[in-house]
């Protein structure tokens, strides 16, 4: 209200547009509402300047016009929805709001100047009022949130590592599990606004990502870690002393809050015991990979709760060697889909190419009206697997919005002579929407209904009695929606399983480009690309209904992964039987990936042979140093071969 009573006191040209801005801007923490408000106006310039220099230029070729516009809309969607993170709507922001000035100014050409310069100012205006609010009135700070859903997860991280300890990592369990990546991911997306946040964790930035980092980390780690221990206790019903004494000891150490002090006395002793395995039959091999895992996981652990101790109080110091750690920590890299970017984009792009052709056909004066939805919603909905549904949602909220805002325009608003009499008719209708909109399930229908209601109620600049021109705009804009429906259903839809199966031909692909040597990104950079990707997929496969996704582990493709990692470090050695063996099985690797992309895997056998002849080379000479190696030779074999047998086929290389 305070956005729509200033844009009214100083006779800006549409206060609706200020008022619609604070409700697009408004997030439950102020940090994220100074951060989107920045991006909202960051958008706005760089849309409104695109019309101002297109509608000039193209005014008397309508058919150029229209190609121009749509191709501004489709290409400033498909790149931002190759950023994930919230600077993507300046992008996304950009695209519609050229069609938004562009399309509304068609008819008055001369007057774009002052349209692009109005929008500004509206959104600029509701941009402040939105952030001072949400500043003043009862903060929530972003900071406040992360160090709580930091300290949420590394508490999840530790009950994890217990269960596997204890043997409590029940299969039921790993739902649970998987729902972790989905939560890192929202951790780095909170990241993203600290920034702006007015907390002292502002300046702990770099902290947070050092924290983000082991959190990546840790769940590649922990599941490897259980996959060894499964392994042992298949082998034997009974542990051997050593790994029962590290049990012990690690369990009683996180027990014990992980403290930062014992790590490189842990470290010694894990070390120690790793070196005393003999590694003579499979139980050895596992068992060096368990300590191995287990010296990763202290590391991690232990530096993730040293790290957290010094978000909650700064005055607790880290160590030298951590400290200039997470100096040198930069932003990590999310999930892209180019190919899907593309195509959202081309949808946009055809979709209100179709919508300019019926305007320009027909000689419709509000045609404008249906570019501009069309536009909008396959914008704001790009990002989801299916966008079909959403836009009939958006269209079915604007058939409940004209109702009631005509109701408004022609029955409640003459008799209004007041601003504090428009307050308090506005309210009823909207203090309940704004509260609906707390309600996760309904957020989207409220927020929608509330933008559609308060857009149908000054779709005009001033308040117009003319309900064949009111109709009519509305109308033009359901027309955009439809087309923009069909289109997106025709081109751009998919189901769930296709979503999921597209998911996991990306980490084929990206496991291809690693095992071939193409993928130079370091371990940490690829676990977060990973991670992200598991957060996506987790949801889609608790959906699917494919028998072919029933039961898929989608934590093995990331723990294959990080063991393509460790052994990239075999390529910087001299040339040796083992690194010969190694690389043999990084070509046989990456072939495997890729045939799965294509749907005509190889012959599983072949890459057994491989991947046991390398295993059986670096346990009879093993270099100086390779134990991750071997380590991840191990969980290579358990991830991809777990039902055949090893020791059969070790003792017959051997002989």
């Given at each position: 209200?305070?956005?729509?009573f200033?844009?009214m006191?100083?006779?800006?040209?549409r206060?609706?547009?200020a008022?619609?801005?604070?409700?697009?801007?408004s997030?439950p923490?102020a940090?994220?509402?100074?951060?989107?408000?920045?991006?909202r106006l960051?958008g706005?310039?760089?849309g409104?300047?695109a019309?101002v220099?297109?509608?000039?230029?193209l005014?008397n070729?309508?058919?150029?016009?229209?190609?121009?516009m749509?191709?501004w809309?489709g290409?400033?969607?498909?790149v931002?929805?190759l950023?994930?993170s919230?600077r993507s709507?300046?992008?996304?922001?950009?695209?519609y709001t050229a069609?938004?000035?562009?399309f509304?100014s068609?008819?008055?050409?001369?007057?774009?100047?002052n349209?692009a310069v109005?929008?500004?100012?509206?959104?600029?205006?509701?941009?402040l009022?939105?952030?001072?609010?949400h500043?003043l009135?009862f903060?929530?700070?972003v900071?406040?949130a992360?160090r709580?859903?930091?300290q949420?997860?590394l508490?999840?991280?530790?009950h994890?590592?217990?269960?596997i300890?204890r043997s409590?990592?029940?299969?039921?369990?790993?739902?649970?599990?998987i729902?972790?990546a989905a939560?890192?991911?929202?951790?780095h997306?909170?990241?993203?606004?600290?920034p702006f946040?007015?907390?002292n964790?502002?300046?702990?930035?770099?902290?947070v990502?050092?924290l983000?980092?082991?959190?990546?980390m840790?769940?590649?780690?922990?599941?490897s870690?259980?996959?060894r221990?499964?392994?042992?206790?298949e082998?034997?019903?009974e542990l051997?002393?050593q790994?029962?004494?590290?049990?012990?000891?690690?369990t009683?150490?996180?027990?014990?809050?992980?403290?930062?002090g014992e790590i490189?006395?842990?470290?010694?002793e894990?070390?120690?015991?790793?070196?005393?395995?003999?590694?003579?039959?499979?139980y050895?091999?596992n068992q060096?990979?368990f300590?191995?895992?287990l010296?990763d996981l202290?590391?991690?652990l232990?530096?993730?709760?040293a790290?957290?101790?010094?978000?909650?109080d700064?005055q607790t110091p880290?160590?030298?060697?951590?400290?200039a750690n997470i100096?040198?920590?930069?932003?990590?890299?999310m999930?892209?889909?180019?190919?899907?970017?593309?195509?959202?984009?081309?949808?946009a792009?055809l979709?209100i190419l179709?919508v300019?052709?019926?305007?320009?056909?027909l000689?419709?004066d509000?045609?404008?009206?249906?570019?501009i939805?069309?536009s909008?919603?396959?914008?704001?909905f790009a990002a989801m697997d299916?966008?079909?549904?959403?836009?009939?949602t958006?269209?079915?909220?604007?058939?409940?919005?004209i109702?009631l805002?005509?109701l408004?325009?022609?029955?409640?608003?003459p008799?209004?002579?007041?601003?504090?009499i428009?307050?308090?008719?506005?309210?009823?209708?909207?203090?309940?929407?704004?509260l609906?909109?707390?309600n996760p399930?309904?957020a989207?229908?409220?927020l929608?209904?509330?933008?559609?209601?308060?857009?149908?109620?000054?779709?005009?600049?001033?308040?117009n009695?003319n309900?064949a021109?009111?109709?009519?705009?509305?109308?033009?804009m359901?027309?955009?929606?439809?087309v923009?429906?069909?289109?997106?259903r025709s081109?751009?839809?998919?189901?769930?399983?296709?979503s999921?199966?597209r998911?996991?031909?990306?980490?084929?692909?990206?496991?291809?480009?690693?095992?071939s040597g193409?993928?130079?990104?370091?371990?940490?950079?690829?676990a977060?690309?990973?991670?992200?990707?598991?957060?996506?997929?987790a949801p889609?496969?608790?959906?699917s209904?494919?028998?072919?996704l029933?039961?898929?582990?989608?934590?093995k493709?990331?723990r294959v992964?990080?063991?393509?990692?460790a052994?990239?470090?075999?390529?910087?050695?001299?040339q040796?039987?083992?690194?010969t063996?190694?690389e043999?099985?990084?070509?046989?690797?990456?072939k495997?990936y890729e045939?799965?992309t294509?749907?005509?895997a190889?012959?599983d056998?072949q890459?057994?042979?491989?991947?046991?002849?390398?295993?059986?080379t670096?346990?009879?000479?093993?270099?100086?140093g390779?134990?991750?190696t071997?380590t991840?030779l191990v969980?290579?074999r358990?991830n991809?071969?777990p039902?055949?047998?090893f020791?059969?086929?070790?003792?017959?290389?051997?002989?």
């Amino acid at each position: 209200m305070l956005a729509l009573f200033l844009s009214m006191s100083i006779d800006l040209q549409r206060p609706y547009w200020a008022m619609l801005t604070v409700y697009i801007v408004s997030q439950p923490m102020a940090a994220a509402v100074r951060s989107k408000a920045i991006q909202r106006l960051l958008g706005t310039l760089l849309g409104a300047s695109a019309a101002v220099i297109m509608l000039p230029l193209l005014v008397n070729t309508p058919a150029l016009l229209s190609l121009a516009m749509a191709l501004w809309v489709g290409g400033c969607l498909a790149v931002s929805l190759l950023d994930r993170s919230p600077r993507s709507y300046i992008l996304m922001l950009a695209g519609y709001t050229a069609a938004i000035i562009g399309f509304s100014s068609v008819n008055q050409p001369a007057e774009i100047f002052n349209m692009a310069v109005a929008r500004s100012e509206e959104i600029t205006l509701g941009i402040l009022c939105a952030t001072v609010m949400h500043s003043l009135w009862f903060p929530s700070p972003v900071g406040d949130a992360i160090r709580t859903r930091i300290q949420n997860w590394l508490g999840d991280a530790d009950h994890w590592a217990l269960d596997i300890l204890r043997s409590n990592a029940m299969t039921a369990m790993s739902r649970d599990r998987i729902r972790l990546a989905a939560a890192a991911s929202e951790i780095h997306i909170l990241a993203t606004h600290l920034p702006f946040d007015t907390s002292n964790l502002r300046e702990k930035t770099l902290v947070v990502r050092g924290l983000h980092d082991r959190i990546l980390m840790l769940i590649p780690i922990l599941s490897s870690l259980s996959d060894r221990l499964a392994a042992m206790r298949e082998e034997r019903l009974e542990l051997d002393p050593q790994s029962v004494h590290a049990i012990t000891r690690i369990t009683g150490w996180i027990n014990a809050d992980a403290p930062a002090g014992e790590i490189p006395l842990l470290l010694e002793e894990l070390n120690t015991l790793c070196g005393l395995i003999c590694r003579n039959d499979w139980y050895s091999l596992n068992q060096i990979g368990f300590f191995s895992r287990l010296e990763d996981l202290v590391k991690a652990l232990g530096e993730g709760h040293a790290l957290l101790n010094h978000l909650h109080d700064p005055q607790t110091p880290l160590s030298a060697a951590l400290d200039a750690n997470i100096n040198q920590t930069g932003a990590r890299p999310m999930h892209k889909d180019p190919g899907l970017a593309l195509l959202s984009g081309a949808s946009a792009t055809l979709a209100i190419l179709i919508v300019c052709a019926v305007w320009i056909a027909l000689g419709w004066d509000e045609g404008g009206a249906s570019a501009i939805g069309a536009s909008i919603v396959c914008c704001l909905f790009a990002a989801m697997d299916d966008p079909a549904p959403a836009i009939k949602t958006f269209g079915m909220s604007l058939l409940v919005a004209i109702p009631l805002a005509a109701l408004y325009i022609f029955f409640i608003f003459p008799a209004i002579n007041s601003f504090p009499i428009l307050v308090l008719t506005l309210a009823p209708t909207m203090l309940p929407m704004g509260l609906i909109m707390l309600n996760p399930r309904m957020a989207l229908p409220a927020l929608i209904t509330l933008l559609n209601f308060c857009n149908a109620m000054a779709i005009v600049e001033r308040i117009n009695s003319n309900f064949a021109n009111f109709l009519n705009l509305n109308l033009s804009m359901f027309f955009g929606m439809l087309v923009a429906v069909l289109v997106n259903r025709s081109l751009r839809s998919m189901s769930t399983d296709a979503s999921a199966k597209r998911l996991l031909h990306h980490t084929w692909k990206s496991l291809a480009r690693l095992a071939s040597g193409k993928n130079g990104e370091e371990p940490t950079a690829f676990a977060s690309r990973m991670v992200d990707r598991l957060g996506l997929l987790a949801p889609r496969l608790a959906l699917s209904r494919n028998e072919d996704l029933f039961g898929l582990d989608a934590l093995k493709e990331l723990r294959v992964g990080m063991d393509l990692v460790a052994l990239q470090n075999i390529r910087n050695l001299p040339q040796s039987p083992s690194r010969t063996a190694v690389e043999q099985l990084l070509q046989a690797m990456a072939k495997h990936y890729e045939s799965r992309t294509t749907a005509n895997a190889i012959h599983d056998e072949q890459l057994l042979s491989v991947l046991d002849h390398a295993l059986n080379t670096l346990t009879t000479g093993l270099p100086a140093g390779c134990v991750q190696t071997l380590t991840a030779l191990v969980g290579l074999r358990r991830n991809l071969f777990p039902q055949v047998p090893f020791i059969t086929r070790f003792v017959e290389d051997i002989a």
